[in-house]
């Protein structure tokens, strides 16, 4: 099975890299910026040029679309109108929000089809990348679906079997855990340097987040909370609010919407009874209002 590549962005150009080491032949690739394309040159040993998105289809046996969500399904559509069959080919997108339905197109002309999303973020040099037991969210059809843990299981990577209607929810889930996380650090540095600590204090608390992720990790949520919104400490929670009132204003929506869900896990872990949690919610929504007024 040959492979060929549609964007050659960031994600494009991991994608060609890995499936060129795991022995597949990338028979084409095609960007909207040729020079691009013929970057692959230089990286790949198994590379058979950079030619229009038509003859790039028409040269691989399965194509991969490296778009951004915003442009692919413009581009998959001109893509279909511009040929009368494919019958026998395989198409994939790499979009984690959107689901195969938008190769709907092809599938009337004969393709088979799948999204296959890798659960990770890619790094802007491609050599670095590896999806070594990383999971790849794959759903569609079954031919397509095949292939796809075929080439999840090369690159060392674990499929994981998603409903089409769920690609948004999975999507929102994973911006959480990984640029979430990376907004969070951010409130945490800016809060470190307000204190005075700078970079000693930034490694102290970076390796109290690794523990407490670790936590996460091999316990659930409610069995790994801890902290005041867990003892239902009020005095504590309110002097918090009080002190980010005075030095980070803009710091309180934060600190309110993530400390009331963890009450809500302190309460189903039953570390928290129900009426005190029930008051530290009401602290919370109180300061929220009394910012919107």
Do not use: W
């Not at 040099?125 to 075929?150: C, H, M, R, T, Y």
């Amino acid at each position: 099975m040959t492979i060929g590549i549609i964007g050659t962005g960031a994600v494009g150009t991991a994608f060609a890299v890995l499936l060129s080491r795991a022995g597949y032949t990338i028979a084409a690739a095609s960007d909207r910026n040729p020079e691009k394309a013929h970057t692959l040159k230089n990286l790949l040993s198994n590379f058979g040029g950079v030619y229009d998105n038509g003859t790039t289809i028409d040269r691989a046996d399965a194509t991969f679309f490296c778009l951004a969500d915003d442009l692919l399904s413009d581009e998959i559509k001109k893509c279909a109108a511009g040929q009368s069959s494919f019958e026998g080919k395989i198409f994939f997108h790499t979009s984690g929000t959107l689901s195969s339905d938008l190769f709907e197109p092809m599938r009337k002309k004969g393709a088979q089809a799948a999204s296959f999303h890798p659960l990770q973020s890619i790094p802007a040099n491609a050599g670095q990348l590896s999806l070594e037991n990383f999971g790849i969210a794959i759903e569609g059809d079954k031919p397509a679906v095949d292939f796809a843990v075929a080439l999840a299981e090369k690159l060392g990577a674990k499929p994981m079997f998603i409903q089409r209607e769920q690609k948004a929810l999975y999507h929102t889930t994973a911006t959480l855990a990984s640029n979430g996380l990376i907004g969070l650090s951010g409130v945490v540095e800016e809060m470190i340097e307000s204190v005075g600590l700078e970079e000693e204090g930034r490694e102290y608390f970076y390796r109290l987040m690794e523990q407490s992720l670790e936590s996460s990790r091999t316990m659930t949520a409610p069995e790994a909370i801890t902290g005041p919104a867990a003892r239902g400490d009020l005095a504590t929670l309110k002097q918090h609010l009080h002190t980010l009132r005075q030095h980070s204003p803009h710091i309180v929506p934060i600190y309110v919407v993530i400390g009331s869900h963890c009450v809500s896990l302190a309460v189903q872990s039953g570390k928290l009874p129900r009426e005190r949690g029930e008051e530290i919610m009401k602290l919370f929504s109180n300061e929220l209002q009394s910012l919107t007024l």
